[in-house]
């Protein structure tokens, strides 16, 4: 089993990826830091596991965590370490581990100092005290951010230290929020200011830098993260009313958890990296012998609005890019299908831009939909009005892994919706309702809302197809969902690709550029 994705970081020439590993099974257990190198990012070669319980601090697991590059370039790990007597360990601790040899470009092996665990929980929370974040510096002081609850209210502690050892709780939580259960896996860093793709050293403290702070919600499985202040001398986040919780903002609206990202100091830019949780049952699981996968990297920026991130896949995947479909001005009716041949389906990176005449036939949003939160409305509304739900504007989008006769797809679409101040909203769709003929199959919808202006009436849309995983990015990166997918008849070559519109309105495929994805050196 490969979950979370850990302390990944540059160093020597080569990118560094740990992740959550169980070398039994497919399932949770036995856990162990995996390690794969890369100088892309691309392809991967695996080596010894970095960390695998073998002290008393972590003798239960070694968990998640993060990496810091100290002055001199040397990295140390942070990592969540359980204890406690069988049959309920649960004790979290959080210990570090330094490079044996810090001439090894590969870090092949670790040493876990005696003087661990360097932090260990109050009484409260034993065992929700978790998930260290990459350290930053700022006055004087080292500080990171520990992953909590108390009475069902996330919390964020704060730590601060001058020589990485010994650290000391802040007065006041870093940030919390009543009612949203425990908080795995936090995260914070700077951003380049609005439009600027360029990303920033965790530790860089500029006049008018924004900051993400990100946490993993354990209760729903589900990612949230705004975008704010931090106040330096109170050591405090806030965040800004146009992105706070209420705004619902989240990296991915589907399969998408544990995420973590870093600075690349060699481009210059921040990468996101997240883990794709299954969709199928332990019992599969352990059928097919395998159970979780990590997603293409995505680099991370401010959209120009302020409001939200923007994503794209990093561009070192266009390396793999084989045979090549292009389409342009293509009409699409309303009840139109229309198959995209000449490359694999089943291993695919497909850009498509859609344009529309009209806005006139925009079906009426309901007003009683309000009642929804955000995130759950647009989940809500791709589950009742689907790909075959005939709309106005919309749904149109692509069908991805597909079978023969449709008797398996994955639809990705757009739906368009008109409220009553004559605005529109936008929504994104990722289904897996229909992907498999497996009847036990858990297949969600996911949904997310796409904040774009349509005056000039154009949507666009990237899918990355692999197999049992589609990764889609909406108006450039401003919606990511990703579905995880277990057809049983559209698979290898008996997968194919189709772009459709069950709209009234017709759309114009005004762009479409399809490749055939080459398979990476994987481990």
């Not at 951010?145 to 964020?156: E, F, K, M, T």
């Not at 990511?480 to 698979?491: G, H, K």
Request: hydrophobic content about 35%.
């Amino acid at each position: 089993m490969l979950i979370d994705p850990n302390a990944p970081m540059y160093y020597k020439g080569l990118y560094h990826f740990f992740c959550q590993y169980n070398p039994e099974g497919p399932v949770w257990g036995n856990i162990v830091w995996a390690h794969s190198v890369s100088t892309d990012m691309i392809n991967w070669i695996s080596l010894k596991p970095a960390l695998v319980p073998s002290k008393w601090f972590d003798k239960y697991g070694c968990w998640s965590g993060s990496a810091t590059i100290l002055p001199g370039d040397k990295p140390v790990i942070l990592y969540t370490g359980v204890i406690g007597e069988k049959p309920e360990p649960g004790h979290q601790v959080q210990n570090y581990a330094i490079p044996a040899n810090y001439s090894d470009p590969y870090l092949q092996d670790w040493i876990k100092p005696n003087n661990n665990p360097i932090l260990k929980p109050s009484l409260e929370n034993v065992s929700s005290f978790r998930d260290p974040s990459t350290a930053w510096y700022n006055n004087g002081y080292w500080k990171m951010l520990i992953g909590s609850q108390r009475y069902n209210r996330g919390i964020a502690y704060l730590y601060r230290s001058k020589d990485f050892v010994k650290w000391t709780r802040a007065r006041h939580p870093f940030h919390e929020k009543l009612g949203t259960g425990m908080w795995e896996c936090p995260d914070f860093y700077p951003l380049s200011s609005q439009g600027q793709r360029n990303g920033l050293d965790t530790s860089t403290l500029a006049t008018g830098t924004k900051y993400v702070f990100k946490v993993s919600l354990d209760e729903t499985r589900n990612e949230c993260y705004t975008i704010g202040e931090y106040d330096m001398v109170q050591d405090r986040y806030h965040p800004d009313n146009t992105s706070g919780w209420a705004a619902g903002l989240s990296y991915d609206y589907g399969n998408f958890y544990a995420s973590k990202t870093f600075f690349d100091p060699i481009k210059k830019r921040r990468i996101l990296w997240g883990w794709a949780n299954e969709s199928s049952t332990r019992e599969e699981d352990v059928a097919k012998g395998w159970a979780g996968i990590q997603l293409i990297p995505r680099t991370v920026w401010l959209d120009p609005n302020g409001k939200q991130l923007l994503q794209w896949p990093i561009h070192e995947l266009e390396t793999l890019r084989g045979p090549k479909k292009n389409l342009s001005n293509m009409k699409l009716k309303k009840g139109d299908i229309m198959e995209i041949k000449g490359i694999t389906p089943a291993q695919a990176d497909v850009e498509i831009r859609f344009t529309f005449a009209s806005l006139s036939k925009v079906e009426a949003y309901d007003r009683k939909w309000d009642k929804f939160p955000p995130q759950d409305l647009a989940t809500y509304l791709c589950k009742i009005k689907g790909a075959t739900v005939q709309g106005g504007l919309g749904p149109f989008g692509i069908l991805a892994l597909a079978s023969k006769n449709l008797e398996e797809y994955t639809p990705v679409f757009f739906r368009v919706f008109k409220t009553c101040d004559r605005s529109y909203k936008v929504l994104m769709c990722s289904d897996a309702t229909p992907s498999s003929t497996n009847m036990n199959e858990y297949k969600p919808s996911f949904g997310g809302f796409v904040d774009v202006d349509l005056a000039n009436k154009k949507l666009s849309l990237r899918s990355l197809i692999d197999h049992s995983v589609v990764e889609s990015f909406g108006e450039g990166g401003k919606t990511v969902i990703t579905s995880r997918v277990y057809p049983e008849l559209a698979v290898f070559s008996d997968a194919h690709l189709h772009v459709f519109n069950n709209g009234t309105e017709t759309i114009t495929v005004e762009r479409l550029n399809a490749w055939s994805i080459n398979t990476p050196t994987m481990n």
